[in-house]
């Protein structure tokens, strides 16, 4: 959805990822809609249930923030969002690259499904937001198959006659950085531009 005011635009994105679904894939189609609407250069925020729990480190959590980070956006810290008799995890989001003191995220109880749902206040004015410049690899799915097929032809052979541990660890390390600049080499994410945001009202919005 995009709101406009003016000549900004304020764009909100609702998601949804079943847990029987690649979560690589699912990052892939957010991160592609966000470059094709070049939402990144406007105020975003990205609201649903994509079941990855952020209450335990995990590596799919990892991905989501590596992700996040590539559009410099941060996922708002919930409590937990869904509670049963033998689980209690945060799997829903809500993602912006707002300052944190333009937006706040809670969760309600709703008592419409196991999940909480979640309400977020946006408060707009004149004010930009300042974009860091980022060196991240590049991990989409074709870069991890190249990666994965440097690493499957390499014969290991320097790894297993090394005199030590220590020598191994070396020239796995040397051999595994070489195949990583290769296959999935660092990006520089520059700031495209600084928005100015010239909303009047707060917005809030509430996903259930």
């Known amino acids: ?63 989501l923030e590596e992700m996040l980070t590539s559009h410099n956006m941060t996922r708002l810290p919930l409590t937990p969002t869904r509670i049963t008799h033998s689980s209690i995890s945060s799997i829903d989001c809500v993602c912006s690259n707002l300052p944190k003191s333009k937006i706040s995220a809670s969760v309600i109880h709703t008592n419409l ?20 410049c980022l060196m991240l690899r590049q991990m989409k799915r074709d870069n991890l198959d190249s990666l994965k097929m440097l ?37 520089k994410t520059r700031p495209k531009r600084k928005t100015k945001l010239n909303f009047n009202d707060d917005i809030t919005l509430t996903m259930t």
């Open 113 to 132: 499904s196991d999940h909480t749902g979640q309400i977020s206040k946006i408060s707009l004015g004149a004010e930009k937001i300042e974009k860091s």
């Open 151 to 187: 690493l499957y032809e390499e014969d290991w052979a320097d790894v297993h006659n090394a005199q030590s541990t220590e020598e191994a660890y070396n020239i796995f390390l040397n051999t595994l950085t070489i195949a990583m600049d290769a296959a999935c080499p660092k990006k």
């Open 1 to 63: 959805v995009k709101v406009t005011s003016g000549k900004e635009h304020l764009y909100i994105l609702g998601i949804y990822r079943s847990p029987s679904e690649k979560l690589d894939e699912a990052l892939d189609i957010i991160s592609n809609i966000i470059e094709e609407v070049k939402a990144d250069n406007h105020p975003l925020v990205i609201l649903g249930d994509i079941n990855v729990n952020r209450l335990v480190p995990n590596n799919d959590a990892r991905k």
